[in-house]
């Protein structure tokens, strides 16, 4: 199952693709209450978003950021069929990625 949901809403002349991405994005400074040790630092560094396989935007995202980390942005160039693909990568090495089409 993918730790990325993605979902597409027509707005006026553009889409909204709103983003939504399930990770733990821990600090490194937090204490786990019962045995008292520190949390290892777990985020993710980055964010890639490509329309039909064209890179559109590449985020950096830090530890600073919240749990479950949610994007959304608009694209004029989108048109039915098309496809947006989403992928992650973060401190431990681990990534994910989800791509979908664009539905009307």
Request: charged share 30%.
């Amino acid at each position: 199952m993918s730790s990325i949901k993605i979902r597409i809403k027509r707005v006026e002349s553009a889409c909204l693709v709103r983003i939504l991405i399930s990770h733990p994005m821990e600090n490194g400074r937090r204490q786990n209450i019962e045995s008292g040790e520190i949390i290892a630092a777990h985020f993710i560094e980055e964010v890639k978003i490509e329309h039909n396989g064209n890179l559109i935007a590449r985020i950096q995202l830090g530890m600073a950021v919240s749990r479950d980390p949610y994007l959304a942005l608009r694209l004029r160039e989108a048109k039915t069929g098309d496809s947006i693909r989403v992928s992650w990568s973060d401190s431990l090495g681990q990534s994910d990625s989800e791509e979908t089409r664009v539905p009307f």
